[in-house]
């Protein structure tokens, strides 16, 4: 299981995730900011400062949300 940032960081591309990520695992992308699905370890400390509530569990994700991990998946296939 993996963190997921979804539509809200679209908007507002903050970062506070980034400098808490134990295992650096969130890239900023063009966007929005991203997490590899394969490299997150699952400890929560992302979705804590997010600011705009963006980060969601993946088992959690609404349909409308999953193009989100898909777009997580597809930028770190690179």
Do not use: R, S
Request: with cysteine; charged share 30%.
């Amino acid at each position: 299981m993996a963190f997921v940032i979804t539509q809200p960081c679209e908007v507002e591309k903050a970062g506070e995730c980034t400098t808490v990520c134990p295992v650096d695992c969130i890239e900023e992308g063009p966007t929005q900011f991203y997490i590899d699905p394969d490299v997150c370890i699952d400890c929560g400390a992302c979705k804590a400062v997010c600011p705009v509530d963006a980060i969601e569990e993946e088992y959690d994700l609404t349909p409308e949300q999953e193009v989100y991990l898909e777009k997580a998946e597809a930028y770190f296939a690179k």
